[in-house]
């Protein structure tokens, strides 16, 4: 059973560092992963994409690597801003069939920026 | 159309009572998701629509959870006799079909809060 992990839970840094979150997953047989941003009681907002034949993704600041064989991916934040404090959230599309939205996420790493 | 609507916000009913939400997907998009997330937990896969067929439903989707799409626009979630165990944010989600090898995003709604009493 695919299982998705997210450290760390919750995270506080100040304004302008640059930081990692990262996610490791069981079952190397994925299709894809995601990372989301969720900010609170609203819905999630897709960051970066990235297929299994890929290493990384870059969108602005953001940028998420993957490592299939080792289970692991990190997003990396660029000079954080206070606009950035959100839960990040970690998906995994299993390889194995199902329908494509049918991901395994994680439980999310908590965000808080600091002016 | 900006994006994923979902109806209503916040729902809060007696145990035992049936509920109905409603999303309406981004216009163009042929692929519904439902997911629930609750309190700390990240987001759980419900069930999947392609156009107005129900082509996937999760272990969690008890009976009854009973969801339609009939035109293949909007899709309504109903939970009949609530449990305090519902209360969680129901979360509805589309994309277009992508071709193969293509990525694959979806768009979320803000969802609909429920709890049960």
């Known amino acids: 059973k695919q299982e998705v992990t997210q450290i760390p839970a919750a995270l506080s840094v100040p304004e302008g560092e640059n930081l990692v979150l990262n996610c490791s997953f069981t079952?190397?047989?994925?299709?894809?992963l995601q990372w989301f941003r969720q900010d609170p009681g609203k819905g999630l907002t897709s960051l970066l994409l990235?297929?299994?034949?890929?290493r990384e993704q870059t969108s602005g600041r953001l940028n998420a690597s993957l490592d299939k064989s080792s289970g692991r991916s990190t997003l990396y934040i660029a000079a954080s801003q206070p606009g950035d404090s959100a839960t990040y959230l970690c998906?995994?599309?299993?390889?194995?069939?199902?329908?494509?939205?049918?991901?395994?996420f994680g439980k999310g790493t908590k965000l808080s920026v600091k002016p | 159309d900006t994006g994923v609507s979902q109806d209503p916000r916040h729902k809060i009913t007696k145990r035992g009572q049936n509920v109905t939400f409603r999303c309406d997907p981004i216009?163009?998009?042929?692929?519904l998701y439902w997911y629930r997330q609750t309190l700390g937990q990240g987001p759980e896969f419900l069930t999947y629509?392609?156009?107005?067929?129900?082509?996937?439903k999760s272990r969690l989707l008890s009976d009854r959870f009973s969801a339609e799409r009939p035109k293949g626009s909007f899709s309504t979630l109903e939970i009949q006799r609530t449990e305090q165990g519902d209360s969680a944010m129901y979360l509805c989600?589309?994309?277009?079909?992508?071709?193969?090898?293509?990525?694959?995003?979806?768009?979320f709604g803000s969802g609909t809060q429920l709890s049960v009493l």
């Open positions: 989600a589309s994309s277009p079909e992508a071709g193969w090898g293509s990525d694959e995003k979806l768009f």
């Open positions: 079952d190397s047989a994925i299709y894809n």
């Open positions: 990235i297929q299994s034949s890929q």
């Open positions: 998906a995994v599309r299993p390889g194995y069939g199902g329908s494509q939205g049918n991901l395994i």
């Open positions: 216009s163009e998009h042929n692929r």
């Open positions: 629509f392609q156009n107005e067929a129900q082509l996937e």
